[in-house]
């Protein structure tokens, strides 16, 4: 079956623009989360969604990240206001539930502020 | 805090040449242990995974013993492949968490 899918797989803006990251779970996973990835380093926990809610959002670094997921399916990480220090690679997992399950990898989105 | 601490790479080995990667780990209490990998072009996948001491997770050839003793979940695997060319991650998580804390990264090159 298909895989977490992430769009765009690349994104171009300018300082100061306004940001929308998509990202596609595996049909029937209930958990979501997200993760950033700067070059060089490990991935830093930024969000996790049970269903629709927001279960933790602790990584999130500062009041410019929001992310939503309305229907439980698809979640979008949206980013005003971008930074230069807001480049890295951002990745979505999903999982079947939270408790002992295995994370699954979308491909990530490489985010690129000039 | 709760860290990942994986040995710096780039490794470069030779096909069938022995593979060892060192992860060691720092945590308040007693996580569960993962390495994922991340082949060129592809997202993170899961390699294998233990979740309490002494436990041995494998997959592909790979395997990591959890030792509480050494704080450490080190990676081997007896003969690599080029097909085995990509990062390595090891991880931590917490039983009263579901994020994953990630080490560094390592990334290996096996030469034919």
């Known amino acids: 079956g298909a895989g977490v899918s992430q769009t765009p797989s690349n994104k171009v803006t300018e300082k100061g623009k306004y940001v929308e990251l998509r990202c596609d779970p595996i049909?029937?996973?209930?958990?979501l989360y997200w993760y950033r990835q700067s070059l060089g380093q490990g991935p830093e926990f930024l969000i996790y969604?049970?269903?629709?809610?927001?279960?933790?959002d602790s990584g999130l670094p500062n009041d410019r990240f929001f992310a939503v997921r309305p229907e439980g399916s698809v979640s979008t990480l949206k980013i005003q206001r971008t930074e230069r220090g807001d480049s890295a690679v951002y990745l979505c997992?999903?999982?079947?539930?939270?408790?002992?399950?295995?994370?699954?990898f979308g491909p990530g989105t490489r985010l690129t502020v000039l | 805090g709760n860290s990942v601490t994986q040995m710096e790479g780039p490794v470069t080995l030779s096909e069938e040449a022995f593979l060892t990667i060192n992860c060691t780990y720092t945590?308040?209490?007693?996580?569960?242990l993962f390495w994922y990998v991340q082949y060129p072009g592809e997202g993170l996948q899961l390699l294998l995974k233990?979740?309490?001491?002494?436990d041995k997770g494998s997959n592909k050839g790979f395997e990591a013993t959890y030792r509480k003793e050494t704080t450490s979940f080190h990676l081997e695997k007896g003969s690599v492949q080029v097909s085995d060319s990509a990062v390595y991650f090891c991880?931590?998580?917490?039983?009263?968490?579901?994020?994953?804390?990630f080490g560094s990264g390592t990334r290996l090159l096996v030469r034919p």
């Open positions: 997992a999903s999982s079947q539930g939270l408790d002992g399950d295995t994370q699954y």
């Open positions: 049909s029937g996973h209930t958990a």
């Open positions: 969604f049970q269903g629709t809610g927001a279960a933790d």
């Open positions: 945590a308040t209490g007693y996580p569960s």
């Open positions: 233990a979740t309490k001491a002494d």
């Open positions: 991880a931590l998580r917490m039983d009263s968490s579901y994020k994953l804390i």
